[in-house]
């Protein structure tokens, strides 16, 4: 059933896009629930917090990190992506601009993933 | 015309789904903003971002406050109505459209309830 | 040259691949194909088809993972290994075919005709039409009511009465057409939770059509107007 949504084979990149999406915007409501608990740590005093905050600013929580970021960066573009679409712009050329779209997640993705290495490793 | 719909029945039925898909588009398009602007002041600016003090200073500012309230609504809304998107794309949500609403509107009201704890708090 | 035909079958209980190798010249279809195999191979072979020249929609299938009409796709085109398989999301009755009952269904609730307020078939009068106002909606009656587009469509997948991409085109096409009166009638129609909401711009309709009409964009189309109205509605 679900599956289904997930299925690309012999589909076009427009259905690759759409399931990578579908499966993002998941992975990022679950972080939501689970970001809004951890911030919990915040009312319940200074040593919860940084204890929190010892545990999972660390360089085995990075790639986690990463991950999440590549899904809200992907999330963001490709839904910009299809905002432009929904309100009927830009319509004929949605191959390039799909091919654009990809080309800035990757950018911005490694960009940011540089910054939070050097962030998490203190250089 | 043997055409004419109910009107009344048409405008209470029809509201719901036009308003949640704009109300999508454009809670995203102020997403991509303000989720930009909150990874960058926590990983982008110093190294000491995540300190509690820093934290408590930034959820204590008046501009911090109001756009964390922002953050909050507008990111439970468009994390539930999408939910809400993704199960009436199922027979089930066919089924029980009524339940697939009411419970993603709650999921909205209790995530933007609990972060705005945080606010009122500090 | 020898193509090997690999067919998914269905009798009614169970679904198998079958395979048939059947000498093929250039310019050969898939139908050419399939008709082979129906005379000379294995009669019990079922699949529909009816024009051979992609204008009746009849014989689309699935070809290597991608809905085609076999009447127009060239075997040496694809290749000298064929998979064929009927259409997804539709019911299979048997082979390749597949039940088309809820589809048309769908197609007549969007009322796919001219709804004028002065139907007069006694005396009836021309209605006149400048040719701008033809190619607003002319790309769109270009529709063969295949149902490749419907077969790819991920909110068809998982949910029955999603209206889908062909019949909400065809709700697109007579209300972008200057002689109809019946728009607001339409846009209600296609506006209920089982209809344009449900399209996510995957936008796999307008890849897989086989007459390049676009259904995701009559679809983004005819969305953006029925929300349009409804905010109007809420003032008014």
Redesign the interface.
């Known amino acids: 059933?679900?599956q289904?949504?997930f299925s690309v084979?012999?589909?076009?990149l427009?259905?690759i896009?759409?399931?990578l999406?579908?499966l993002t915007?998941?992975v990022?409501?679950i972080y939501?629930?689970m970001h809004?608990a951890y911030?919990t740590s915040?009312?319940m005093g200074?040593e919860v917090?940084?204890s929190f905050?010892a545990t999972t600013?660390t360089p085995q929580f990075l790639i986690f990190d990463i991950l999440l970021?590549l899904a809200?960066i992907y999330h963001?573009v490709n839904?910009?992506r299809?905002?432009l679409?929904?309100?009927?712009l830009t319509?004929e050329s949605?191959k390039s601009i799909l091919y654009v779209s990809v080309a800035i997640v990757l950018i911005v993705w490694l960009i940011?993933s540089y910054?939070?290495y050097t962030?998490v490793m203190?250089v | 015309m043997a055409n004419e719909i109910n009107k009344e029945e048409m405008h209470t039925k029809r509201v719901l789904e036009p308003l949640a898909w704009i109300f999508q588009l454009i809670s995203g398009l102020i997403l991509t903003v303000l989720v930009t602007f909150h990874f960058y002041e926590t990983h982008f600016v110093s190294h000491e971002a995540m300190e509690y003090e820093l934290v408590v200073s930034r959820l204590s500012s008046l501009g911090y406050k109001i756009m964390y309230a922002l953050l909050v609504f507008f990111v439970a809304f468009h994390a539930f109505n999408g939910v809400r998107a993704i199960l009436l794309d199922t027979n089930f949500g066919a089924k029980y459209p009524q339940v697939v609403n009411s419970l993603c509107f709650l999921a909205f009201l209790i995530a933007f309830g609990y972060g705005s704890l945080l606010l009122l708090v500090f | 040259m020898d193509v090997e035909f690999r067919i998914r079958r269905f009798d009614g209980e169970k679904s198998y691949w079958q395979t048939f190798n059947i000498p093929v010249k250039r310019g050969m279809t898939v139908l050419e194909g399939l008709y082979y195999i129906k005379e000379n191979l294995d009669g019990s072979l079922t699949f529909r088809a009816s024009c051979r020249m992609a204008i009746c929609g009849s014989c689309a299938v699935k070809i290597n993972g991608k809905p085609r009409l076999a009447c127009e796709t060239q075997i040496l085109e694809i290749g000298n290994s064929l998979e064929v398989e009927p259409l997804d999301n539709f019911k299979v009755i048997k082979d390749l075919v597949t039940d088309f009952e809820g589809f048309f269904k769908k197609h007549e609730a969007v009322k796919p005709y001219l709804i004028r307020k002065d139907d007069n078939y006694e005396e009836p009068v021309e209605l006149i039409q400048s040719p701008k106002e033809l190619h607003a909606y002319y790309d769109f009656t270009l529709c063969v009511k295949c149902g490749a587009c419907y077969s790819v469509c991920p909110a068809a997948a998982t949910r029955d009465d999603y209206l889908g991409p062909a019949a909400i085109t065809a709700a697109y096409r007579f209300n972008a057409d200057s002689r109809d009166e019946g728009e607001k009638i339409r846009l209600a129609l296609v506006c209920g939770d089982n209809g344009v909401w449900r399209c996510h711009f995957a936008a796999e309709c307008s890849e897989v059509c086989p007459k390049q009409i676009d259904p995701a964009k009559a679809v983004q189309k005819i969305r953006f107007k029925s929300a349009i109205e409804t905010i109007k509605s809420i003032f008014r």
Not at chain 1, 9 to 12: A, D, E, I, Q, Y
Not at chain 1, 85 to 88: K, Y
């Open positions: 059933m679900w289904k949504w084979k012999g589909k076009s427009f259905s896009a759409f399931s999406h579908r915007g998941v990022l409501t939501l629930c809004l911030l915040i009312r200074k917090f940084e905050i600013v970021v809200g963001g839904g910009l299809l905002i679409h929904e309100f009927g319509y949605r940011a910054r939070m962030f203190g």
